[in-house]
């Protein structure tokens, strides 16, 4: 699957900013997404993520964006959201997005998704 992610841009703090990943192929169900994100000098980092089937129960988040950040996925579009509120400079990173075979546990570690995204910059001022 080819993972194309959308939506970043400049936005002062406290604003918010949403955004996509569209996914090539039929096949878009048959896996969990997740976002990733790496800030200048520092690893890449789990944002968030959501099961094949979606829904409620079926997304996870890290502790630095719970509450803020929401993750999504329409699968008759074949893309997933990432919708970030009250965004803080901290925020600031690229951001990708990442597809992990839908029969594997759910993950927050980068080396269990099989494909990735090309990244989107988000820039948080302050």
């Known amino acids: 699957v080819q993972l194309q992610a959308s939506g970043g841009g400049l936005v002062q703090a406290g604003g918010s900013l949403r955004l996509s990943c569209a996914a090539s192929g039929r096949t878009f169900r048959r896996y969990n997404m997740g976002w990733f994100r790496q800030a200048p000098g520092k690893e890449r980092e789990f944002v968030a993520a959501?099961?094949?089937?979606?829904?409620?129960?079926?997304?996870y988040y890290a502790n630095s964006v719970k509450g803020r950040f929401t993750i999504s996925r329409e699968n008759d579009k074949n893309t997933v959201y990432l919708q970030m509120a009250s965004l803080k400079p901290d925020d600031t990173a690229v951001y990708y997005c990442a597809a992990q075979q839908a029969y594997s546990a759910i993950s927050s570690d980068a080396i269990e998704y099989d494909y990735w995204g090309q990244g989107t910059e988000v820039t948080v001022s302050s």
């Open positions: 959501i099961k094949w089937n979606g829904g409620g129960g079926n997304t």
